[in-house]
């Protein structure tokens, strides 16, 4: 029985697609192994949203190569699609499959046999038009389960258009019957995840589904606790939905909701579809709502054009918004975007600068939504997250929290108050009606 190995980069559809990949493997009779138990095959999922793709792409080849020297190594993955020939030189690596291959890659690499070339399989991607179904599988708490992929949006700086395709979904029907499967694993939480989740709904290349119907439907899922949104367009993000998800059953008081930039000068630069004056009244309309509800932001810096001003307009937007916390990108040089042509190239000092100031703005984000929440009762489900005698867990609106250690509330829902917030950031907590959870 030869032994496979799996190591993903990326984002939680990247997890979601290995994790598929890695049952097919297992039902042709391999062995899962971890990384470092010395494979006969290693497969590596990367991704071409990451700075530096190729450094992470050759280390990671490189530690494969030095645990296991006679090993088969198979690149699969967005950053695979992109520059495909250029990885297949990368020492070590046995083959290279694209979007449109990589679900098939045990037949088109039979036997996973040596050769002297390495094999390269990666159509063009207009040929990427199927719809593989994936769910992740392994962590008790909580599973990603995939209902949509590829992007018909044309943003300046973004290639996953370029590594993913057009935008396609999985069907209603299909993702309920996954999710009642996963019910049956015992998993607490499932996060829905996709490129643009929003755009759910296009089969065969024409619209038959919407994003809300899909979220009305898995509400009536038994055996989930929880139904998370991984990240939502705001332009997408419309007020139905967002009035849904404040009256549901099971989906939690999350958002997260690219922004990017908060001058209306760089948002078309970059070829957003919305305004700020949009994403303002997305998150007012979510807080007039659910009060609760914990928002988070992504926010690239350092776009061609953008000044100082532009920035600071950025800023000041941000910090008087009232959101949750920031994912903070430094922009960086894609090949074949639009922004790669553009000028006005900020210099890397300054888009670390700018990095640096919105990650500390939005610490502050997180602490003065923590404190607003001190007092109130929530549920928490408590993971296999162990540290020093402390378990940690996410209420529904994820606020991370601690407890005592017990074995019993791994993988369960406890209600609790939350009580203080602790030297590392972390919330603790009381259960509520029950002794002290607090360490």
Do not use: W
């Not at 396609?168 to 490129?195: F, P, Q």
């Not at 759910?200 to 509400?219: N, S, T, Y």
């Amino acid at each position: 029985m030869k032994k496979v190995a799996f190591y993903t980069l990326g984002c939680k559809l990247n997890y979601s697609e290995t994790s598929t990949i890695a049952r097919m493997f297992e039902n042709r009779g391999y062995l899962k192994v971890d990384f470092s138990d010395s494979p006969d095959i290693f497969v590596i999922n990367t991704c071409s949203v990451t700075e530096n793709a190729d450094k992470k792409c050759r280390k990671v080849v490189q530690e494969a190569k030095k645990i296991s020297p006679d090993s088969y190594v198979t690149i699969v993955g967005c950053y695979a699609q992109l520059k495909p020939v250029e990885i297949s030189e990368i020492p070590g690596v046995d083959a290279v499959l694209g979007a449109a291959e990589k679900f098939q890659l045990i037949d088109y690499l039979d036997g996973f046999e040596k050769k002297e070339k390495p094999k390269v399989f990666a159509s063009e991607i207009k040929e990427a038009k199927r719809f593989n179904h994936s769910y992740s599988y392994g962590d008790r708490t909580r599973t990603f389960l995939k209902v949509q992929d590829g992007c018909n949006y044309g943003c300046a700086f973004c290639t996953i258009p370029l590594a993913r395709g057009k935008s396609r979904s999985d069907s209603i029907a299909n993702i309920v019957d996954a999710a009642r499967k996963i019910a049956d694993t015992e998993v607490k939480e499932v996060v829905l995840t996709g490129v643009n989740i929003g755009d759910f709904g296009i089969q065969d290349g024409r619209r038959v589904e919407k994003f809300l119907d899909l979220v009305k439907a898995l509400d009536e899922v038994e055996g989930i606790n929880r139904f998370r949104i991984s990240s939502i367009e705001p332009n997408l993000l419309t007020k139905e939905i967002i009035n849904f998800v404040s009256k549901s059953k099971r989906f939690v008081p999350h958002f997260h909701i690219p922004l990017q930039s908060g001058s209306n000068k760089i948002l078309q630069r970059m070829n957003r579809r919305y305004l700020r004056e949009l994403y303002a009244e997305r998150v007012a309309t979510i807080k007039r709502l659910m009060p609760h509800c914990c928002i988070g932001v992504d926010v690239i810096v350092g776009f061609p054009g953008e000044t100082e001003e532009d920035f600071l307009e950025t800023y000041q937007f941000l910090n008087e918004l009232d959101i949750s916390y920031l994912h903070v990108f430094t922009y960086s040089e894609r090949a074949n975007t639009d922004a790669i042509e553009m000028d006005g190239v900020v210099p890397m000092k300054d888009r670390n600068k700018r990095s640096k100031m919105l990650r500390s703005l939005s610490e502050k984000k997180r602490r003065k939504f923590y404190e607003e929440n001190l007092g109130g009762q929530f549920t928490v489900l408590f993971e296999e997250d162990v540290e020093d005698g402390v378990m940690h867990g996410f209420t529904e609106n994820y606020i991370r929290v601690a407890a005592k250690y017990d074995p019993i509330l791994i993988n369960e829902t406890k209600k609790v108050e939350l009580r203080e917030i602790n030297n590392r950031g972390v919330v603790e907590v009381m259960e509520v009606g029950e002794e002290v959870l607090t360490h």
